[in-house]
């Protein structure tokens, strides 16, 4: 009797085991079947193009390989659907490096980067930000790759979603941003605090 109470001592594990194994392989794709459609990124050099062929606004994330914030803002903010959707139609999104050591030659220009510090900044990033470097931070420019507006800082999706529209719907041109935020509602739930 105790040979078959181990065996079935073993048969239960190797059934606990499956199932296990299985659930797992289930929640994995649960997961990747309802994964948020993922932003499209492009290089600075790639949107400059892009946007002369097939005219767009350009995003930039400026990041940094340390900061924090800017793996929360990938996370929660650029992982959100509705935010990767309405980038991905609207805008042409570059993620830049703004500790990045690679020359940059965007209109002629070569942009390097500046040993200072512990780590050092691109030309590019300061420029991009009025010298004002703050990570994360999103760049905002035109179909012409003039400036609308940088903003600093980590931004919650909802509000993101309010500033995308708002850029991207061209809002900007003739409506104070708290008219238009008054006024939109967003898909975009409140996050908790």
Request: hydrophobic residues 40%.
């Amino acid at each position: 009797m105790e040979h078959f109470s181990n065996f079935g001592v073993i048969f239960d594990k190797r059934i606990v085991m499956r199932k296990t194994i299985i659930s797992l392989v289930v929640l994995f794709f649960a997961f990747s079947v309802t994964a948020q459609t993922p932003v499209k990124w492009y290089t600075i050099e790639e949107a400059f193009t892009l946007t002369r062929k097939q005219p767009k606004k350009i995003l930039i994330d400026v990041y940094t390989d340390w900061c924090s914030w800017c793996k929360v803002m990938d996370n929660k903010t650029f992982s959100n659907k509705v935010i990767a959707d309405y980038l991905n139609s609207n805008f042409y999104p570059v993620k830049f490096n703004a500790e990045q050591k690679g020359d940059i030659i965007l209109d002629g220009k070569t942009y390097k980067f500046v040993a200072s510090g512990q780590r050092g900044y691109h030309e590019l990033a300061a420029q991009l930000l009025n010298g004002k470097l703050g990570y994360p931070s999103v760049v905002f420019l035109d179909e012409q790759t003039r400036m609308i507006q940088p903003v600093q800082g980590y931004i919650q999706a909802r509000e993101f979603d309010e500033i995308i529209r708002f850029i991207g719907g061209e809002h900007y041109k003739s409506q104070k941003w708290e008219d238009f935020q008054a006024n939109y509602k967003s898909p975009i739930p409140a996050e908790a605090q």
